[in-house]
């Protein structure tokens, strides 16, 4: 059993900054990576950013928010954040934090956040 769980959603004005924050927990042996992806209605999915648990860690944006969206793990805790910032009206969805997990030697498995809401107004 794993649990992961978004937060820091919420409303912000265009250019100002927003951190999200996701946290892993339950049946971990190893995290294999992390990531945080978006939707807004009537789109896919989209990928906005990863990291990776192995070393060294590596780290993939999408183009539309590199340079200012940055994504952070912090292992001791489960936990990675995605710090926002100059954020723009397209930035506006639900995002969600995706978990790649091992839950024992061997055995690895996807999990999803609920996801938390961004809305940037103009």
């Known amino acids: 059993q794993v649990q992961v769980v978004e937060s820091g959603g919420g409303l912000v004005q265009a250019g100002g900054s927003l951190r999200l924050s996701c946290a892993a927990s339950g049946n971990i042996f190893r995290i294999i990576a992390m990531g945080w992806y978006r939707q807004v209605p009537g789109k896919q999915r989209e990928l906005v950013a990863t990291?990776?648990?192995?070393?060294?860690?590596?780290?993939n944006y999408a183009d539309s928010v590199k340079g200012r969206f940055t994504i952070s793990r912090d292992n001791v805790e489960n936990t990675v954040s995605l710090q926002m910032n100059n954020v723009k009206p397209e930035d506006t969805g639900v995002y969600y934090c995706?978990?790649?997990?091992?839950?024992?030697?061997?055995?690895?498995?996807?999990?999803w956040g609920e996801g938390t809401r961004v809305t940037v107004s103009t």
């Open positions: 990291i990776t648990y192995h070393a060294p860690s590596n780290t």
């Open positions: 995706k978990s790649n997990i091992y839950t024992r030697p061997a055995y690895a498995t996807e999990f």
